[in-house]
């Protein structure tokens, strides 16, 4: 695959280091909620069901604990990559969002196609200053979200892009 078509951690703008946390955060929630009802079925139902329970008996604190490492530390390695991955640079006549580590994304839309930009914070962003930023384009098939960007950012880039759109619509 040609890296070059994506942005470069040099090129455009990043996020706010502080999304590192909040997708930390959202990680371990997400860890305890499963870890939790794991540990439910291996130690409270599984005993149960004697059949299984005399073959898996054994096997149950390995079981959550191989499960953690295959499904979660993979995650938690890659976060600084992926943040580091999540660029969006904005040009005369388009917007264009790269990001991913294993499977690479980029999105370019032109700004004449752009419709309406939403900033939203959900419970952690609100806490921590950072907003998300939904691009919608006019067909209102293809909204683009860059998550973790601070409110400071998220209005610079509204101007900058309204600007830039009036300027593209104009030489139509």
Avoid: C
Wanted: glycine residues 8%; charged residues 15%.
């Amino acid at each position: 695959m040609n890296d070059s078509v994506f942005l470069q951690p040099t090129d455009g703008h990043g996020l706010s280091p502080k999304v590192k946390t909040i997708w930390f955060l959202q990680r371990m929630i997400w860890l305890v909620v499963f870890m939790v009802g794991l540990a439910v079925y291996l130690f409270v139902l599984l005993p149960r069901q004697e059949d299984l329970f005399k073959v898996l008996q054994p096997y149950r604190l390995p079981i959550l604990v191989g499960w953690f490492a295959i499904m979660h530390l993979p995650g938690l390695a890659l976060l600084p990559k992926s943040f580091r991955n999540w660029r969006y640079q904005v040009t005369p006549e388009f917007l264009t969002i790269s990001h991913g580590v294993i499977g690479k994304h980029r999105t370019i839309l032109p700004l004449n196609k752009l419709q309406h930009i939403e900033m939203e914070s959900g419970f952690f962003e609100s806490r921590m200053g950072i907003v998300q930023v939904e691009i919608h384009n006019a067909g209102g098939t293809n909204s683009v979200r860059i998550p973790g960007v601070t409110s400071e950012q998220a209005n610079a880039l509204r101007d900058e892009v309204m600007r830039l759109k009036g300027t593209a619509n104009a030489s139509i």
